[in-house]
């Protein structure tokens, strides 16, 4: 190679590594916390294979719940004579049977993050789609005569436009029975789910509890990082039996309880709380 053709190879593959183009360029990409999370969720394989084979799991358990009359996800809030009650599932919508990623994107892609008002012009367009293998594990289960409950903490005035979009999704509706429990419909019923799961269990056997967040199977779910691990460890029994949890690494009580729960706390301060909540190696040098 002579000398001329030596520095154009060189030239090349500098051209090739130096990350020039944002280098120089104002209109780099500023970094977002959600970005890989909301890419995973909304354009990976990967997550809609999770969903779906969690959805075959829950059809398993099912199966397994009607024919076991003692069969029960919530032993703790079921009364006398349970065995011979209808059976129900208790399902929370949002990342669980409900996929939000458009609006995530947005979020991602405005660099802004979630506002209210914003969520529930979002609920109300009626677009959200259903999380893959949702619909098919529902139709099965109303097949059966199973009813299915939904639990969310999506509002009262967001009610009217998530039973539209359910239906237009195919979702089981209950017939006569309300199943959409939204938060604040009824006095007691805040964000903690647990009076929600025990208002169904009252006049069913509740077969499973299928959620993306601690707090769709318990309110222990606003506790600190270490009563999160102990209640874990506690309930080791159910999880992937009577208790199904889903993937979602955008939101959770799980980011919450590493910045104590404290939504007051500045963006950056969030952030430096969720890395020190880290446990790094440290490389020997
Ligand atoms: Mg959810």
Redesign the pocket.
Known sequence: MNYKALLAASAAVLTLAAPQSFAQDAKAPAPNDLLNATLWMQNSVEYKAVTMGLFQLAKIRLDEALADKKWTAVPDKESAGYEDKPIAIIA?????L?DNNGYQASLVTRGTSFSSKEWTDWVNAEDTKATAGAVDFLKYADSKGVKIFYV??RTKDEEKGTRANLEKLGFPMGGNVDTLLTKNEQDGWGSAKENRIAYVAKDYRVALLM???L??FSDVAKGTVEERHAFLDKTKDNWGKTWIM?P?PEY?SWESAAFGGDWSKSEEQRRQDKIDALKPWTPTK
Do not use: Q
Request: charged share 30%; aromatic share 6%; net charge negative.
């Open positions: 929370d919508l949002d990342e669980t409900l969310t903490n959620g993306d967040n707090g769709d889903f979602n959770g």
